[in-house]
């Protein structure tokens, strides 16, 4: 059941979605199908798309508030104690004899590129019955993810009603995800998304075509090492991805979407925003954890002027080629 206390106060950005405790298993490299090989380590570290993306917006200087459900694990006692340490106001919603959400994460030491094993119970399901307007009201700015779409919409009606902007991370076709992308201001999904929801493999088509049919303001994707790319309903921004040497990919769209969020608080142009997370993103895959890497305002900023960038997954002549032919189809 929710928490009985419903006051809350103005934050900075407040987040509905997924918390999870992660298993980093290190190996040497990823297994072939049906071998045995020695893992370097095992840690756990505590994750989850919104928690995490809340811890990396606090280490930036804002105030939070985080909205999600636990177990009554051991779990579920980390997830606590870590959003209390990082100050973060945390209203969960405990389910009674149930697991907390888990992962086992494989990093291949040679890439850092990880592949993710989760197991959510379905009584985990956060929905709108567990939510308080009031939890989302008197804040700045709300972070959503797709996992648990219908409630996540919900908040983002209250959201829109209250002219608050809505920054959304969603990966997958989740049940209710289309309601929640037509009361969604930014959404940043996983490069697989679009094609996954409209059947369009370019993106330079189907982040436009997001765009007007759901009325994002900003429609955009990360492409991993290569960086992001939006639509801003009249051109194409791209920010190439910045080299760094990948200990651990795990977490960096959920720091990406922390930048999007600190940016929009700041009043940031678009492509600063993009600049900065891509940055803040790179440099959390330098550290183990989805949290392990979240560098502060300085070492981001320092490491923006003369960090190498990744080749372009997209031409300046190919963007304004299909802005201008959106143009035209308009």
């Excluded at 009985?4 to 072939?32: C, E, M, Q, S, Y």
């Excluded at 600063?272 to 070492?299: P, Q, V």
């Amino acid at each position: 059941m929710p928490q009985k206390k419903t006051h809350a106060p103005v934050v900075d950005v407040t987040g509905v979605g997924i918390n999870a405790t992660d298993t980093i298993i290190d190996l040497p490299r990823f297994p072939a199908f049906n071998s045995k090989i020695e893992f370097c380590s095992a840690n756990v570290f505590p994750g989850g798309q919104v928690a995490s993306a809340l811890v990396a917006c606090r280490r930036w200087g804002l105030s939070a508030r985080y909205v999600g459900s636990v177990g009554d694990d051991p779990a579920a006692v980390l997830q606590s104690r870590e959003l209390q340490r990082h100050h973060i106001e945390a209203r969960l919603i405990r389910i009674p004899n149930c697991l907390s959400q888990l992962s086992y994460i494989l990093v291949d030491g040679r890439s850092g590129e990880r592949t993710i094993l989760w197991k959510r119970d379905s009584r985990l399901t956060l929905l709108p019955r567990h939510l308080r307007q009031n939890w989302i009201i008197p804040s700045r700015a709300l972070l959503v993810d797709g996992h648990d779409a219908v409630a996540a919409a919900h908040a983002a009606r209250w959201a829109h009603a209250a002219k608050i902007p809505v920054v959304a991370d969603v990966d997958n076709l989740h049940p209710g995800v289309e309601v929640l992308l037509q009361h969604t201001d930014y959404l940043f999904a996983a490069h697989e998304f679009p094609a996954r929801l409209l059947k369009i493999s370019n993106l330079l088509s189907s982040l436009p075509a997001i765009s007007k049919r759901f009325g994002c303001r900003v429609a955009g994707v990360t492409l991993g090492r290569l960086g992001a790319l939006a639509w801003d309903g009249a051109r194409f921004h791209y920010c190439r991805g910045y080299r760094v040497t990948a200990v651990d990919t795990t977490g960096a769209g959920d720091v990406f979407h922390a930048g999007i969020v600190y940016g929009i608080s700041k009043h940031w142009k678009l492509d600063a925003i993009l600049e900065f997370s891509c940055a803040a993103a790179a440099l959390n895959c330098t550290a183990r954890g989805a949290r392990g890497g979240i560098k502060s305002l300085r070492e981001i900023h320092n490491f923006m002027q003369g960090a190498p960038r990744s080749e372009r997954a997209f031409s300046p002549e190919q963007l304004r080629c299909h802005a201008r032919s959106q143009g035209r189809s308009s």
